[in-house]
């Protein structure tokens, strides 16, 4: 049986092909695991549990059917979708996680999380972080009418693509030191994360591995983890 990881799915109604590769992964390689965990990011943008997008509902309704068929799915909130709250997650029948998880699987020692945590270099980023994640804050922006939380929400991806513009890839990458701490600290041997959409297993000191998925732009991208081991999978739309 095999234990299937993914992130940065970023769905939008604007992107109706990743939607429908989505939707089919759900209903193919998905079925087929014993459980499914997404690592943040599955939404472009989330802006309160009461949108009534309909592409929510189409999404909660496909969780849910994997749900009943007896495969689990699990979520952590990444930096674009922190807010999606209990009351999507139920209606999903996905469990929500805290931001960082530690499991025991086929005999390895796994941490998992988004990812934007260890990129600690990015010292903007991290501030930025830190006050969108003061729960006073979050009340407040939740407690707006819907437009108004859009254009907030719109106002603060143009800002980020701004300032990403003027950031180095390097300073965007995670922070080594950063990785070992968390390594060091759970005592797992193996990091699967995101957010970077730099897909890659990397062998790092002491026997260890950090393995980054893949963003969902053209193609799919997902993480398996058997009693074989830890592998990549990037696979089409449909495939
Ligand atoms: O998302 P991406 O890939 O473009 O870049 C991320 C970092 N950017 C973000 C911001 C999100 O894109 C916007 C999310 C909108 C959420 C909508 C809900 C709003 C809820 C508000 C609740 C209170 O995460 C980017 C990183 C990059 O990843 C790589 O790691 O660099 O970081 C930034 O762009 C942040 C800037 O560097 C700093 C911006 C300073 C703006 C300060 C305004 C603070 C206002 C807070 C109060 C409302
Ligand atoms: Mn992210």
Redesign the pocket.
């Known amino acids: 049986m095999s234990t299937l990881f993914v992130a940065d799915i970023h769905l939008c109604a604007q992107e109706p092909a990743i939607t429908a590769g989505f939707l089919h992964f759900l209903r193919t390689r998905a079925r087929a695991a014993q459980a499914l965990y997404i690592l943040g990011?599955l939404f472009e943008?989330?802006?309160g549990d009461d949108d009534p997008n309909p592409l929510h509902h189409e999404i909660a309704v496909a969780l849910r059917a994997l749900g009943q068929r007896g495969i689990p799915c699990y979520f952590i909130h990444g930096?674009?979708?922190?807010?999606l709250g209990q009351r999507y997650a139920s209606a999903c029948g996905m469990t929500l996680l805290p931001a960082q998880q530690v499991m025991q699987l086929d005999g390895l020692r796994v941490v998992i999380l988004h990812g934007?945590t260890l990129?600690t270099d990015?010292s903007?980023?991290q501030?930025?972080?830190r006050?969108?994640?003061?729960r006073w804050?979050?009340r407040?922006?939740?407690s707006q009418p819907l437009r108004l939380?859009l254009r907030?929400?719109d106002r603060?991806?143009a800002?980020?693509?701004?300032?990403?513009s003027g950031?180095t890839a390097d300073?965007?990458d995670v922070n080594a030191q950063a990785v070992m701490t968390v390594l060091a600290h759970t005592g797992a041997t193996v990091m699967i994360h995101g957010?970077?959409?730099r897909p890659a297993i990397h062998e790092l000191p002491g026997e260890r591995r950090r393995a980054v998925l893949g963003a969902w732009h053209l193609q799919g991208s997902a993480i398996e983890v058997t009693a074989k081991g830890v592998t990549l999978h990037e696979f089409p739309f449909g495939g």
Do not use: E, P
Request: glycine residues 0%.
């Open positions: 990011d943008v989330w802006i930096n674009r979708d922190f807010l934007d990129c990015d903007d980023y501030r930025f972080r006050r969108v994640h003061q804050l979050q407040l922006f939740l939380r907030i929400a603060m991806r800002n980020s693509l701004h300032a990403n950031k300073i965007m957010h970077t959409h």
